[in-house]
């Protein structure tokens, strides 16, 4: 009698003890479901924002957060060399320099420098101009920078008349110096009126900035049918694609090798630099963010355009005679 109680204990804990095991299987199942999910959706934030996840008062050690979030230790621990004066100078030097003459390859470009007394390499040129984001306008490879792992959508604009607003918007990013320092300016553009339709200023080139400006633009005025961008890294970011995508806009971007897919905005940076920020020393990004305004509403409502016949883009952005 006592043996049988014992065998039907012993199978009733083998029993419990094999749910468990079941269980405890499908937990480590779900965990690496949701951990390979979190890590392709960890992809796309930027490299500031990666940072920002880490915490130091976690169990966890610095090193598997990292790795968890595709983060090197490295890159968590680097801070930028500040620019020196003598570089900054140089730099505020190209950017003019590029703004009237945005066909000027490294060559010219040093060329140019050393008219001014500035005496350096090429690489230092190319350099320069990967800090500024500046590209020679003309066609060739490698158009933009981009990042390989993000999806590059086709041109849609080649041989479109363009006959209406909210027809095609289109957005760029640009470099604003400031007296010791510089920021990064996005706008969005209506290419049949010009219309600045909004922008926003970054200390980092990341995609948030993009993302928030074009979310301005959709919550103040009808979507557009196409978004035409280049293949920048701020563009190519899922967290901006997925705002064209939820408002059911067709994605266009700049062809590589093709220098005037976006010209309208090319023309408007040349503008507002030439005619505010380069007369002007900015001290602060406050300060920046303060002309910049002065000039969008200006740019908008009261500078008249000889390609629309004299009007101001609010006029055709409006319908107004």
């Known amino acids: 009698m006592q043996e049988g109680f014992t065998k039907k204990n012993s199978q009733s804990a083998d029993n419990g003890q094999s749910d468990l095991i079941d269980k405890l299987y499908r937990q480590i199942g779900q965990l690496s479901t949701e951990c390979e999910w979190l890590k392709k959706n960890l992809s796309c934030l930027s490299l500031e924002q990666k940072r920002q996840i880490v915490d130091t008062g976690c169990k966890l050690s610095i090193r598997r957060q990292c790795e968890l979030i595709g983060l090197s230790r490295s890159n968590l621990y680097y801070k930028p060399k500040p620019i020196s004066e003598s570089e900054f100078s140089m730099l505020k030097l190209v950017d003019e320099i590029y703004t009237s003459h945005p066909y000027f390859c490294t060559r010219r470009m040093l060329a140019e420098l050393?008219?001014?007394?500035i005496s350096i390499g090429?690489?230092?040129?190319?350099?320069?101009?990967?800090?500024?984001?500046?590209e020679a306008v003309y066609p060739k490879i490698n158009l933009s920078k981009r990042n390989h792992e993000h999806k590059v959508y086709p041109y849609l604009l080649r041989y479109l008349p363009i006959t209406r607003v909210n027809q095609v918007w289109s957005a760029d990013i640009t470099f604003i110096r400031l007296k010791h320092g510089f920021v990064y300016l996005v706008v969005i553009i209506d290419w049949y009126s010009r219309q600045i339709l909004s922008w926003k200023l970054s200390t980092t080139?990341?995609?948030d900035f993009c993302v928030d400006a074009l979310k301005e633009a959709l919550a103040n005025y009808p979507r557009p049918e196409i978004f035409n961008t280049d293949q920048d890294s701020s563009f190519t970011a899922q967290a901006f694609?997925?705002?064209?995508?939820h408002n059911h806009i067709s994605i266009s971007m700049d062809g590589r090798g093709r220098a005037l897919d976006n010209v309208f905005i090319e023309r408007f940076w040349c503008s507002l630099k030439q005619e505010k920020i380069y007369l002007l020393e900015l001290n602060s990004v406050a300060e920046a963010k303060t002309a910049i305004t002065e000039y969008m509403d200006f740019y908008n409502y009261r500078r008249k355009h000889q390609s629309l016949n004299y009007r101001v883009p609010y006029q055709i952005y409006c319908g107004i005679n």
Do not use: P
């Not at 050393?114 to 007394?117: G, P, V």
């Not at 694609?241 to 995508?245: S, Y």
């Open 241 to 245: 694609i997925d705002v064209l995508r």
């Open 122 to 134: 090429r690489q230092k040129i190319r350099k320069c101009y990967r800090l500024l984001g500046l």
């Open 114 to 117: 050393e008219d001014h007394d």
């Open 205 to 207: 080139l990341t995609a």
